[in-house]
């Protein structure tokens, strides 16, 4: 699925112009990454398009529809986020889980997409865990197979490796990218990391 910005524009008050026309599309298939400094407005273009946040002004189309006023459930994306976002309580296998069995979907289809997603990310034999036993690497492909289990087409990701070490970036950085194109997702990425960057995008 691709994603197409119009002169998307995003502001708070009349002085304050977070985001300036904006104008970019984003090919199916392609891992688009968006770089730049802390504070400059990458996350807040994310939720836009994401629909978690309201653009200004101009448009934001998936697949040529204009999706400007649909809730974030019907744009058929899925978010990873720098946090992960696990639920504490919950194992693995269940926070891979929890968005298929809200979507209210059928049990047999629901342990065939969260077993499939674990095998993905190598997760298998850690399904009964909770987040608090796995490392930060490890909560992190929790996260990403809970974004291949959705089987949305278009997959964010804000700042996804920022609170790992070096040594698990590059390997996750691997991985992501192995995912992506195995899975054919249209993901826009981003990031501070110019490393990152040139060496994951297709697009930045």
Known sequence: MSITLRNVR????????????ISV???TGEFFVIVGPSGCGKSTLLRMIAGLTPI???EVSIDDKV???LPPKARKLTMVFQNYALFPFMSVWDNVAFGLKARKMDQSDIKQRVDKALKMVDLTELGKRKPRELSGGQRQRV??????????????????LSNLDAQHRIKMRQEIYALQRKLGLTLIYVTHDQVEAMTMADHI
């Open 10 to 21: 995003k502001d708070y008050d009349a002085q304050t112009d977070v985001l300036e026309d």
């Open 25 to 27: 599309k984003v090919e």
């Open 56 to 58: 200004t002004a101009g």
């Open 67 to 69: 999706v400007n006023d």
């Open 143 to 160: 996260a990403l197979a809970r974004a291949v289990a959705s089987d949305a087409k278009i997959c964010l990701m804000d700042e996804p």
